[in-house]
């Protein structure tokens, strides 16, 4: 409805508005008490903590004593490719990318699957065409994308009350599963269904992969280790709008078939991560950095 009222150039304007007052509160954001401890910032670190006691309305034990220990491996590719981390790096790269990939491909693809009318592998090759998306089509794309808004949800119960690898394994084996259905001519109604469960758990493995990746990586090579996966994800996110510019109208089963390859791709990757990270306390936190009296009052 707003795309067709205001135009595509406002939408991009109102949707972008939150970022600025994010962009201000991160110049006020403290930087994190576990990385200052890594990394030897004592005096930051004190400071860091007061203000986070001072936002929440908790006073410091005094006098405070904080130990620091600073290490020289923050950060290293060698740890974040050592026997302990390399298995999840590469998982966690490989899902991600492929997640995005599909992610990003889906935007681009999902406007040109409802509007050219595509009914499954016997369907012709659609027209290369710059006709404007009718109402019906914007509707049917707003409410897919409702969908994405219960996916973080359900992403964030599943990992309280299950755990973290289970909904994440299941969720790109889904996403396989579902990826099956536009090649399938099921109707208008049922097209609508099983693109809104493409969303939902694009979305929900989204957030259940920004849960568990900081609780995977030590805090020297977090940072590190993020860096890296977001990197590749954004060549997926590349390759996935790429994909369909160039495959849409040449050769559409063409590329919901590189979508499942992708995905099932995206569920090997799954299996090489090997840690359980719900309900266990991050050691570093105990091993490089003590809050002597009372630590946990602030948090």
């Known amino acids: ?3 067709n009222t205001i135009g595509w ?15 201000i509160l991160m110049i006020f954001l403290p930087e994190t ?3 200052l401890c890594t990394s030897g910032e004592k005096e930051k670190l004190k400071e860091a903590l007061a203000t986070m ?14 130990e ?3 290490d020289e491996l923050l950060g290293s590719y060698k740890v974040l490719f050592n026997d302990t981390n390399r298995t999840n790096v590469i998982g966690f790269t490989v899902v991600q990318s492929t997640n995005i990939l599909i992610q990003s491909g889906l935007i681009i693809f999902l406007p040109l699957f409802f509007s050219s009318g595509y009914c499954g592998v016997a369907s012709e090759t ?5 006709l404007a998306l009718i109402q019906n089509d914007l509707k049917k794309l707003a409410l897919s994308s409702v969908a994405s808004i219960i996916g973080p949800v359900l992403a964030l119960t599943f990992a309280t009350k299950i755990g973290r690898l289970i909904p994440l394994r299941i969720g790109c084996f889904l996403i396989f599963l579902s990826l099956f259905g536009p090649l399938i001519c099921l109707g208008h109604v049922m097209n609508l269904v099983v693109v809104s469960v493409l969303k939902l758990l694009d979305s929900m493995l989204n957030t259940l992969v920004w849960i568990i990746m900081p609780e995977t990586f030590a805090t020297c090579i977090r940072s590190t280790a993020l860096g890296f996966i977001g990197g590749w994800s954004k060549i997926g996110g590349v390759v996935g709008s790429g994909m369909v510019y160039l495959l849409f109208y040449f050769n559409p089963t063409l590329l919901i078939g590189l979508f499942i390859a992708f ?3 995206g569920f090997l990757g ?4 090997n840690k359980e990270s719900k309900d266990i306390e991050m050691s570093e936190v105990k091993e490089v950095c003590e809050v002597v009296e009372n630590r946990n009052a602030i948090l």
């Open 9 to 23: 150039r406002w939408f991009m304007i109102v949707v972008s508005v939150p970022i600025v007052p994010a962009i």
């Open 270 to 273: 799954t299996l090489l991560i």
């Open 1 to 3: 409805f707003l795309l």
């Open 33 to 35: 008490p576990k990385y």
């Open 68 to 70: 620091v220990d600073k």
């Open 53 to 66: 006691a001072k936002w929440n309305g908790v006073e410091l034990p005094s006098p405070q004593e904080v």
């Open 263 to 265: 995905s099932l791709t």
């Open 126 to 130: 659609p027209e290369h065409n710059c």
